[in-house]
């Protein structure tokens, strides 16, 4: 069982990245999906959120409008473009598997899974 993240990088503000978050010996489609950030000297914090629970995506209101969560599951894959990046957004970017209770959905010691984080930088 593992989750590959990758797409992280070096944007200027304003700009687009996709996150993509791929599994691998298990089938995603069955599992809620999250993505969380943790910005140096901060907590991690939940950015979004796919729940197979109940159909529904969340979204932080702090990238609200900006960012959008999808899957694939033909390719086993969960995304999350990342439009008009702030420099507040600059972290290291965790992909997360589960089954969180009701309102786990952005609780980090809910999900057993975990990518390897993939970094996310906004500078000009």
């Known amino acids: 069982v593992q989750l590959q993240a990758s797409g992280g990088g070096l944007v200027q503000p304003g700009g687009s990245l996709r996150l993509s978050c791929a599994a691998s010996?298990?089938?995603?489609?069955?599992?809620?999906v999250a993505w969380f950030r943790q910005a140096p000297g901060k907590e991690r914090e939940g950015v979004s959120c796919?729940?197979?629970?109940?159909?529904?995506?969340y979204i932080a209101d702090s990238v609200k409008g900006r960012f959008t969560i999808s899957r694939d599951n033909a390719k086993n894959t969960v995304y999350l473009q990342m439009n008009s990046l702030k420099p507040e957004d600059t972290a290291v970017y965790y992909c997360?598997?589960?089954?969180?209770?009701?309102?786990?959905?952005?609780?980090?010691?809910?999900?057993?899974?975990w990518g390897q984080g993939t970094e996310v930088t906004v500078s000009s």
């Open positions: 997360a598997a589960g089954r969180p209770s009701a309102y786990g959905c952005y609780l980090p010691y809910e999900y057993p899974y």
């Open positions: 010996g298990f089938t995603l489609d069955y599992y809620t």
């Open positions: 796919d729940s197979t629970s109940d159909g529904s995506s």
